[in-house]
C-alpha cells in the first residue's frame, strides 16, 4: 500500500513540473485587434491574438492552430449574414437545433456545446443539495408556494447566452476589443413568453423568475466569461465582433469580401466529427433522465407541505445574432496580467484569390509580443518602391512576393 501511495505521489509530482515547464502554454486563444492597410492587388491584416495561459487540468494548443481556427471564424462571419449565428436545443422543437449553414462547422459545434453546458451548470447550481444559490433558490419559492397556498410551482426556466457590452477601441482602420461581454439572460426578458391564465401561478413564475436574475444569473454569467468551458465560444464571438466591425465598414466592393464565397465552407477543417443531432439527443437523454430536473419533499416547510409539485425543465440557446459595437477613440490599454499572453499574425490577401481561407491558414504565421515585427513590412514596401540593398527575406515571404507578382503581374526589382 505504502508503494502505491509513494508511486501515485510521485505521478503527480512529475504531471506537476510538466504543466508549468513552459510558462506561455495556453490553453485557448482568439482574436482581439485587427488592422487593414489596403494597396493595389491585396489586402494587408494585422491580427492581434490574445491567448490564456493553462491552468492545472486544461489542455494546451498550439499559438499557431488557434489562429488558423479563428480564422475560420472570421471568415465564416464575413460569408454569413448575422441572422445565421444561433443554436436552439428546446424539447418540443427538434427541427430548429443549428442553422443549416453552420451544421457542420466547428462553429457551429462549439456554439451547441456551449449551450449543453449551460443547461449542466445551470442544473448544478440549482440543485439544492450541494449547491447554496439552489438552497436559498428553493427555499424562498417553496415559502412563496405556502404563503400563496400554492402547492403548484410552474416553474420554466428558458436561457439563453446573448451578447453583452462590447466596447471597442476604433482608429483610422483599425479596431481593438476592449470588452467582449457575453450574457445569460431568461428568455422572458428576450421575448414574450405564454404566462399562466391562474394568477397564483404567474405570481409563483415571476418570483421565481426573480429569484433566477438574483442568485443564478450572476454565477452563470462569471462562467460563460472567465471559465475555460467557455474559451472556444468567447473566441468565436471576438472573431465574429471583428468580422462585423470589418463589414461595417469596408464596402461589398471590397477585395476580401468579393473573394469570400460559400467554397469557403469546404476549405473548413473540422477538429471533431459531429452532427447536431448527436448532441441534441444527448440534450434529451439527460432531459429526460432527470438530469436537468428534480423532485423532492419541500424541506423548508412543515411535513403537510411535503407534496408540492415542481413542473422543471431547461431549454434555450446561444444566439449571437445581435452584436453592437459601442466604440472609443481612446487608445487601448495594455494588459499586464498575469493570465494571459501576447501574439500577433500578419496576412497578405491577394485580390481575386480562389481559396482566400485556405491561403490565409498556409501564409499566415503567429509571432509572439503585442507589438511583433511586421512581418510583410518589407513586401509593402516593394511593391512601393524600387529596391536600393539587399534585403533579406525568409523564404516564407519571398514565396507570398512570388505569389502575388504572378496574380496580379506585378515586376519587382531584383532584391
Known amino acids: ?105 466547428d ?58 457590452k462590447v466596447l471597442v477601441s476604433e482608429k483610422d482602420n483599425k479596431i481593438s476589443i476592449l470588452e467582449s461581454e457575453l450574457k445569460v439572460t431568461l428568455e422572458s426578458a428576450q421575448l414574450p413568453y405564454e404566462e399562466p391564465k391562474d394568477k397564483t401561478l404567474k405570481e409563483l413564475q415571476d418570483f421565481s423568475s426573480e429569484l433566477m436574475e438574483e442568485l443564478i444569473l450572476p454565477a452563470l454569467n462569471k462562467r460563460v466569461n472567465s471559465s475555460y468551458t467557455y474559451a472556444d465560444l468567447r473566441d468565436v464571438y471576438q472573431a465574429l465582433i471583428l468580422a462585423l466591425w470589418y463589414k461595417q465598414n469596408f464596402s461589398s466592393q471590397d477585395a476580401l469580401l468579393q473573394s469570400v464565397n460559400f467554397g469557403i465552407l469546404k476549405e473548413l477543417e ?35 407541505y411535503a407534496s408540492v409539485s415542481v413542473r422543471h425543465y431547461f431549454s434555450g440557446g446561444v444566439d449571437l445574432r445581435n452584436i453592437r459595437l459601442a466604440k472609443t477613440s481612446s487608445s487601448p490599454i495594455e494588459d499586464n496580467t498575469k493570465d494571459s499572453v501576447f501574439f500577433s499574425c500578419d496576412l497578405l490577401i491577394p485580390r481575386n484569390i480562389d481559396k482566400p481561407l485556405q491561403y490565409a491558414k498556409s501564409q499566415a504565421e503567429v509571432i509572439k509580443g503585442i507589438a511583433a515585427q511586421d512581418s510583410f513590412s518589407t513586401i509593402m514596401l516593394a511593391h512601393s518602391l524600387p529596391a536600393v540593398a539587399p534585403v533579406n527575406l525568409p523564404e516564407r515571404n519571398l514565396k507570398t512576393i512570388d505569389y502575388i507578382a504572378k496574380a496580379e503581374q506585378i515586376v519587382l526589382s531584383k532584391l
Request: hydrophobic residues 40%; negative net charge.
Open 1 to 105: 500500500m505504502k508503494k502505491i501511495v509513494f508511486l501515485l505521489s510521485l505521478t503527480f509530482i512529475l504531471c506537476f513540473g510538466l504543466a508549468y515547464a513552459q510558462s506561455d502554454d495556453i490553453s485557448a486563444a482568439g482574436f482581439y485587434s485587427l488592422s487593414v492597410e489596403r494597396s493595389p492587388g491585396f489586402n494587408h491584416l494585422h491580427l492581434g491574438i490574445k491567448g490564456r495561459r493553462a491552468g492545472f487540468f486544461e489542455g494546451i494548443i498550439q499559438p499557431q492552430k488557434a489562429m488558423e481556427k479563428s480564422l475560420e471564424y472570421f471568415f465564416l462571419g464575413l460569408l454569413l449574414q448575422e441572422n445565421s449565428f444561433w443554436v436552439n436545443l428546446n424539447p418540443n422543437e427538434p427541427a430548429r437545433i443549428i442553422d443549416p449553414v453552420l451544421a457542420n462547422t
Open 107 to 164: 462553429l457551429g459545434r462549439i456554439m451547441l456545446n456551449a449551450d449543453l453546458r449551460l443547461k449542466e451548470d445551470v442544473a448544478e447550481l440549482l440543485n439544492p443539495q450541494t449547491s447554496a444559490p439552489g438552497r436559498e433558490f428553493w427555499k424562498r419559492l417553496y415559502e412563496k408556494a405556502e404563503l400563496l397556498n400554492s402547492n403548484k410551482i410552474p416553474f420554466t426556466t428558458r436561457l439563453w447566452i446573448v451578447p453583452g
Open 270 to 304: 473540422d477538429d471533431y466529427t459531429f452532427s447536431p443531432d448527436e448532441i441534441y439527443q444527448e440534450y434529451l437523454r439527460s432531459f429526460k433522465n432527470g438530469e436537468y430536473s428534480f423532485r423532492e419533499p419541500a424541506p423548508f416547510s412543515d411535513f403537510s
